[in-house]
């Protein structure tokens, strides 16, 4: 709905946020091969260089492994809850972002770290150029 008066204004909506990682949704699986007892949430799996992600201090996974026939990569922080609204899996946490958070906005992530839950903001940027 918000996205309407740009799409009449300028044709087109560029507006979405923009952290610069990648995630996958926490599962019984994931935490076995990652000894955590989280089986919930989202897993970072990738932070790209210059990214808002990367600029805040969010960690991306450290290696590789195969999990249900897919490869993941393990190590990451585990991101819990978006600006306080719990994150059960990566649906929640786009749907959230989408809605909620435009480019310059600032996000808090609750992320689960090394076994300690720390609080780590974020400033949404812009969808890069294709």
């Known amino acids: 709905a918000r996205e309407l008066p740009y799409l009449v204004a300028t044709g087109r909506y560029d507006l979405h946020p923009y952290f610069g990682f990648s995630v996958v949704t926490m599962n019984y699986y994931i935490a076995r091969a ?15 260089p210059n990214s808002p992600a990367a600029k805040a201090g969010l960690k991306g ?6 999990i249900l026939g897919e490869p993941v990569w ?7 809850a978006v600006n306080g609204t719990p994150v059960q899996g990566t649906s929640d946490l786009l749907s959230y972002l989408q809605l909620n958070v435009l480019p310059g906005e600032t996000v808090v ?20 150029e294709e």
Do not use: K
Not at 34 to 48: A, E, K, P
Not at 74 to 80: H, K
Not at 113 to 125: D, F, H, K, L, Q
């Open 74 to 80: 393990l190590g990451g922080d585990i991101i819990l």
């Open 61 to 66: 996974g450290s290696y590789q492994a195969q």
């Open 34 to 48: 990652m000894n955590t007892s989280v089986t919930y949430g989202v897993l970072v799996q990738q932070v790209l």
């Open 109 to 128: 992530f609750t992320v689960y770290r090394m076994n300690e839950t720390i609080s780590i903001p974020v400033v949404a940027g812009y969808l890069p």
